[in-house]
């Protein structure tokens, strides 16, 4: 049985390259009943019929997935953000950062339309991270080489809100993907949808770019939830701290003799994502371990 890639999903169909081939497929009957729903960036073992159509036998075992985007395998999160129309609200851009590090999966900070307007607001709250963050423009091509070289040889998925220019840098770093790019509504501050579908595109030499829908269909809920004990560790610039609390089980909010509120304090962690540990907190608290 042939073994491929799923390099889109749309509307109940999976696309599977093998080789130089790509055949249209179905999931199987088995995997519906097991409620296993591959996803673009899967290696699955599918099966060929006398009409060239393909079923989905099996999904491989996988490195990750996520449910927004609805990917998987993915080695690097490239996460667009803009402070150009559409503004990007970071807390967001948190919120899959920290399941993309629970899924060790490396996180790269894009800041684009640095054309229309270049501010360091983004950079500054990601600064202490330890996320590349990499300015471009894909009006002028500016970062592009940068961009480039931080994805070569990953599977990349590309995410953002809708209109922040994830189409439009995928065209710059390969002109031949054609894709195609939305206008942004000055009345609303946000993008129209252009990409209403996962898809990975070959970049060449082993690298992979998967452009998926806005932040408009992200869904807060969707994502596995993370337990409050280990949040912390999905906030790099807390690793430096860890430990060092007066309690052993600090939950870094309010405690005496926290390391990492001294290092708030101090500048060292940014208040933004500070706040977003903390609302992060405050719904990994509605959770227990026995319930997930």
Known sequence: MPEGLIIKALSGFYYVRCDSTVTECKGSGKL??????????????????????GRIEQVLPRKNAFVRPAVANIDALICMTSDAIPVTDTYLVDRLSVTAVHNHCEVIICVNKVDERRTDRIPEIYRNTGFPVICTSAETGEGAKELRTAVSGKICAFTGDSGVGKSSILNVLN??????????????????????????????????LIDTPGFASFDMEAAE??????????FPEFAPYLGECRFNDCAHLKEPGCAVCRALESGKIHPKRYRSYQMMYEDASKYKEWEL
């Open 225 to 234: 939830p993370i337990l409050c004990g280990d949040l912390q560790y999905d």
């Open 175 to 208: 002109p031949q993907f054609s894709l195609r790019v939305g206008s942004v509504s000055e009345k609303l501050g946000r993008g129209r949808h252009t990409t209403r579908h996962v898809e990975l595109f070959d970049l060449g030499h082993g690298t992979y």
């Open 32 to 53: 519906r009943h097991k409620g296993h729903s591959p996803l673009v960036g899967d290696r699955v073992e599918f099966h060929i019929d006398s009409t060239g159509k």
